[in-house]
T-cell receptor, first 111, second 113 residues
Framework: GQSLEQPSEVTAVEGAIVQINCTYQ??????LSWYQQHDGGAPTFLSY????GLEETGRFSSFLSRSDSYGYLLLQELQMKDSASYFC????????????FGAGTRLFVKA | DSGVTQTPKHLITATGQRVTLRCSPR?????VYWYQQSLDQGLQFLIQ???????AKGNILERFSAQQFPDLHSELNLSSLELGDSALYFC????????????FGQGTRLTVV
């Protein structure tokens, strides 16, 4: 089957760095994506890793290790507006491409 | 604004009824995906269409169906509604069928009473 594990909650202070881990189990792994969702809002795409290594986009970076079935999202210089839920999502190519989302990590940024 | 349009934004209906949710993808995107998000839950993939054809199916109930029309807009039909169907329904689109980067609409909040 397919499953993703990510922490349910993370708390950090403004200006700090936080890492949100994601481990996955899937039979036809194609790639790992990260999405941000504010309360009442729509998910917003943050990054995608199809190959091992680090992808950097501004204050956000994402890492993937396919051999470890593991990835993380790194948020630097945290701002209050980063308080949101963050979802990792695995793209599975078995039986047609479909995306499996993790349950989400709720990030609280404190002043 | 992601460029993906969903209507209606809110819908309240009674149990046993049937509703249709509509999605217009971003200009140029051929793939449309439907997701369900219940209260405090993650996103559950329902179904994907690519250029009018069904491409992948997730945990979609038999009471639910979808289609993508020649102009690439999509509709999700929910019938014999139950209280447990109350949720946010998101549509997303991407340029190809691999969904390496998907753009989500603002969602339709369905309340079944």
């Amino acid at each position: 089957g397919q499953s993703l594990e990510q922490p349910s909650e993370v708390t950090a202070v403004e200006g700090a760095i936080v890492q949100i881990n994601c481990t996955y189990q899937t039979s036809g792994f194609y790639g790992l994506s990260w999405y941000q969702q504010h309360d009442g809002g729509a998910p917003t795409f943050l990054s995608y890793n199809g190959l091992d290594g680090l992808e950097e986009t501004g204050r956000f970076s994402s890492f993937l290790s396919r051999s470890d079935s593991y990835g993380y999202l790194l948020l630097q210089e945290l701002q209050m507006k980063d308080s949101a839920s963050y979802f990792c999502a695995v793209r599975d190519g078995t039986g047609g491409f479909k995306t499996i989302f993790g349950a989400g990590t709720r990030l609280f940024v404190k002043a | 604004d992601s460029g993906v349009t969903q209507t209606p934004k809110h819908l309240i209906t009674a149990t046993g009824q049937r509703v249709t949710l509509r999605c217009s993808p971003r200009s140029g995107d051929l793939s449309v995906y439907w997701y369900q998000q219940s209260l405090d839950q993650g996103l559950q993939f329902l179904i994907q269409y690519y250029n009018g054809e069904e491409r992948a199916k997730g945990n979609i109930l038999e009471r639910f169906s979808a289609q993508q029309f020649p102009d690439l807009h999509s509709e999700l039909n929910l019938s014999s509604l139950e209280l447990g169907d109350s949720a946010l329904y998101f549509c997303a689109s991407s340029v190809d069928q691999r969904e390496t980067e998907a753009f989500f609409g603002q969602g339709t909040r369905l309340t079944v009473v």
